[in-house]
């Protein structure tokens, strides 16, 4: 499932749990953007139910692509509510398939027009030849 396509809002820009992200790690509000948006985009690649409990913390950490300390980033992702005790991507169900789902639809759409003018040109070869311009 390659080259997803997701929705990005502008209030993510402000979003408190971010910031308290930003905050618990010491790290600018860019940078806790960042992490959370590599582990949001790893997750619709890879874990598309959201479902993160059978990784360890350290792979939590990798797909996020937090470079500091593993201890205590799958915890602060916890404390601020994007990471469920449970180990489900906080709302996922609600946001993350509903947009993977809309990417898929979007995706084949794309395709399918891509593949319209070979479909009328085979068309047009089965009718009896190269159609002259």
């Not at 609600?94 to 395709?111: C, M, P, V």
Request: proline share 4%; with cysteine; glycine share 8%.
């Amino acid at each position: 499932m390659a080259g997803l396509w997701i929705e990005y809002h502008t209030t993510l820009r402000d979003f408190w749990k971010i910031k308290r992200l930003a905050r618990l790690l010491h790290i600018p509000y860019a940078y806790a953007l960042g992490l959370v948006s590599c582990l949001w985009t790893w997750a619709a690649e890879n874990k598309p139910d959201g479902n993160l409990s059978k990784f360890q913390d350290a792979e939590i950490a990798e797909a996020a692509t937090w470079e500091g300390p593993v201890n205590g980033f799958v915890g602060y992702l916890t404390t601020c509510e994007l990471l469920d005790p449970d180990g489900r991507l906080h709302d996922w169900n609600q946001h993350g398939l509903r947009i993977i789902l809309e990417s898929r639809r979007r995706q084949q759409a794309y395709r399918d027009r891509q593949a319209l003018p070979l479909r009328k040109s085979l068309r047009r070869k089965k009718k009896g030849g190269v159609t002259q311009r």
